[in-house]
């Protein structure tokens, strides 16, 4: 027998047990049982496989996720290909652009990837979306991240890089030439990829229940 901390005497039984128990409330704050991941952790290609496998992440369509040449899968990331709709400014229509203000959608020409490869002048931006729909939970957030093959090219993925736990919509691209030559992308070619990150907990409203969110259920580029 011990003698424990406030004079009563405790059994060898008694003190693993209670270890035990303490070690379960420090692993409930470090460890997300339904993700089997730490807290906060940028997750890697063995558990992003996993849950996007059983669904915990989801990416319509699947991406391929096994090993090899033409895998979808890196060791922290998930490649996403160019969808099927682009748009941009038509130059003859508008001269200069006011941050506070709306930019009417007549401003801009859309182009159906299916049909036409997209060129993106120097110095132009085209607004797309990804050809995967991406669903992450209240827990896990998408960062999306260029690819260094087409940033040799001058291609950079612009805008906001962070989409937010429970996200539920085909992700936004701005893509930017800069270099001094003429770009063309196709549909369903490899354009960005994606990391995700664990947060320190569940926030307390996912983006696709907050009221006013312009970016989710989208099926197409928009403003």
């Keep these: 027998m011990v003698k424990g901390p406030e004079g009563e005497f405790r059994s060898p039984e008694e003190r693993i047990a209670a270890l035990e128990h ?15 991941v730490p ?12 849950l996007i496998e059983n669904g915990r992440v989801g990416i319509n369509p699947l991406p391929n996720l ?36 709306s930019i009417p ?6 182009v159906n990837l299916r049909k036409q490869r997209v060129i993106i002048p120097t110095n132009r ?25 087409n940033a040799r090219r001058g291609l950079k993925i612009e805008g906001a890089p962070i ?9 936004m691209l701005e893509l930017q030439n800069t270099s001094g030559l003429p770009l063309t992308a196709r549909y369903g070619e490899s354009i960005c990829a994606m990391v995700f990150q664990h947060l320190s907990s569940p926030t307390f409203q996912g983006y696709a229940q907050r009221q ?9 580029a928009r403003l």
Excluded at 39 to 50: E, F, H, M, T
Excluded at 71 to 84: I, P, R, Y
Excluded at 212 to 220: D, F, L, P
Aim: hydrophobic share 30%.
């Design 22 to 36: 303490e070690l379960k409330e420090i692993k409930g704050r470090l460890w997300c049982e339904q993700c089997e």
């Design 39 to 50: 807290y906060g952790a940028v997750l890697s290609d063995r558990d992003l496989k996993r």
């Design 66 to 101: 096994e090993l090899g040449k033409d895998s979808d899968l890196g060791t922290c990331k998930v490649d996403l290909h160019l969808g099927s709709e682009a748009m941009y400014i038509d130059p003859t229509k508008v001269a200069s652009l006011d941050l506070s203000e």
């Design 105 to 110: 959608e007549d401003y801009y020409e859309k």
């Design 125 to 149: 931006v085209i607004i797309a979306t990804t050809q995967e729909r991406l669903k992450v939970p209240d827990d896990i957030i998408g960062i999306l991240v260029g690819k260094s093959g």
């Design 163 to 171: 989409f937010d736990a429970g996200f539920d919509s085909f992700p």
């Design 212 to 220: 006013g969110v312009k970016y989710s259920n989208q099926t197409g």
